[in-house]
C-alpha cells in the first residue's frame, strides 16, 4: 500500500510544470510530507515548536564551559523574545511553548508566566556515578513530552520542531551517539559550548568512565532504560513528544546534535518514528566538533529547525505539495 502511494506522489510531482527532479530535496521533503499524511493533497497547519529545559548532573565535572546558571537565564530570555528561537518563530509562523521539565532554578509563576511549569526536578543526577534518572522519573518526563505535543495537535497543529536549553546536554548526547551507532566515543565528543582542546580531552575523560560504569551495571538493560541512565528531563520530554507526535502522525522538524540524539534514542524506542522528520539531512552535522555523518541514524538534521519549515514554504509555493493548503 505504501509503495502504491509512493508511486502515485512520485508521478503527480513528475507531472507538475517543471523540468523532471529539477527542485532537488524540496521534492524529497514533498513525498516525505505526503507519505506521513498519507495523502496526494497534504496540508501543513498551525506549526508550533516545543523548547524544553533542564539541567544536567553530569555538568557538575566541568563538561561544559558554560556554567548551569545559563540555563535558567535563558529560559527567561525566551520570554522575553531575546533568543535566536523567538526571532525565527517569528519569522516562519510558528508558536512557541517553553517547558520547564528540570532547570535548577524556581521559576516566579507571575513575572515568568511564559514558562510552562513541568519541573521534575532540579537538574538530573551525575551519570557519572549514578543513573540521570529514575525510571519512574523517565516516565514522568515521557508524559511531559506527549502533553506538549498533544497540545499543540489539539490546537490544530500538524507540524512540529523541537528544541531544548540544558547546559551539558552534549555530553549525553555523545554517549547516546556512541552507544547506538557503536561510533568510537572520541569521534562523538566535541567542543559543546566552546570547550578548547583540554576541556574536550576532559570531558571525553569523564565520558570514557562514565560509559566503563555504565557497562558494569547495565546487563539486562532495555534501550529505554539505557537512555534514561544518561539523557535529561529535556531530552526525555523530547523524545516523548518525538513518539507521540509520530502516533498522530504530525511532521517533525529535527536539528542540532541534541535533537538528533533524541530521534537516535526514540527510534530505538519506536522504530516507525524513523519516518516521521521531513527535512533531508546535509552529509554532516558540524555542531560542536561533531561531524560523522549521522544520515546514519536518522534524517531531519541541519540548518536550523524552525529554518526547514522555509523548505516546507519552498514546496507550497512551487505547488509541490500537490495543491496542499496552508493554515498558520
Not at 205 to 222: I, N, P, W
Request: hydrophobic content about 40%; glycine content about 10%; some cysteine.
Amino acid at each position: 500500500m505504501i509503495a502504491d502511494l509512493r508511486n502515485k506522489i512520485q508521478e503527480k510531482i513528475d507531472n507538475l510544470n517543471k523540468p523532471k527532479g529539477s527542485l532537488g530535496v524540496l521534492e524529497e521533503v514533498a513525498m516525505q510530507v505526503a507519505l506521513i499524511q498519507q495523502t496526494l493533497t497534504p496540508e501543513l497547519r498551525h506549526p508550533a515548536h516545543i523548547l524544553f529545559g533542564g539541567d544536567h548532573g553530569i555538568e557538575r565535572e566541568g563538561v561544559s564551559l558554560s556554567p548551569r546558571e545559563v540555563t535558567w537565564q535563558q529560559m527567561i530570555n525566551y520570554g522575553r523574545g531575546g533568543g535566536g528561537v523567538n526571532v525565527l518563530c517569528h519569522q516562519h509562523g510558528f508558536s512557541l511553548r517553553i517547558v520547564d521539565v528540570g532547570v535548577d532554578y524556581d521559576f516566579d509563576p507571575v513575572r515568568h508566566a511564559h514558562i510552562i511549569p513541568r519541573k521534575i526536578g532540579y537538574g538530573t543526577r551525575n551519570f557519572l556515578h549514578e543513573a540521570a534518572m529514575t525510571a519512574a522519573e523517565w516516565e514522568r518526563a515521557l508524559a511531559v513530552g506527549r502533553e506538549q505535543a498533544d497540545a499543540c495537535h489539539d490546537e490544530g497543529s500538524n507540524v512540529l520542531c523541537l528544541g531544548e536549553m540544558g547546559i551539558g546536554n552534549t555530553s549525553p548526547s555523545s554517549v547516546l551517539m556512541h552507544l547506538f551507532l557503536d561510533i568510537p566515543l572520541p569521534q562523538c565528543v566535541g567542543a559543546g559550548s566552546g570547550l578548547d582542546a583540554v576541556g574536550i580531552s576532559h570531558k571525553l575523560d569523564v565520558l570514557t568512565r562514565a560509559v566503563e560504569q555504565y557497562h558494569a551495571c547495565c546487563e539486562g538493560f532495555t534501550a529505554a532504560d539505557t537512555i534514561r541512565y544518561f539523557v535529561g528531563y529535556e531530552m526525555a520530554a523530547a523524545i516523548g513528544a518525538m513518539l507521540r507526535a509520530a502516533e498522530l502522525r504530525m511532521v517533525i522538524l529535527v536539528d542540532g546534535f541534541i535533537m538528533t540524539a533524541c530521534m537516535l534514542a526514540a527510534q530505538q524506542l519506536n522504530p516507525a518514528v524513523r519516518e516521521r522528520p521531513a527535512a533531508p539531512p546535509p552529509e554532516y552535522e558540524v555542531r560542536g566538533g561533531h561531524r560523522r555523518p549521522l544520515c546514519l541514524s536518522h534524517r531531519g538534521v541541519g540548518g536550523t529547525s524552525v529554518k526547514r519549515n522555509g523548505q516546507l514554504r519552498s514546496c507550497r509555493d512551487y505547488e509541490i505539495f500537490l495543491n496542499a493548503r496552508w493554515r498558520r
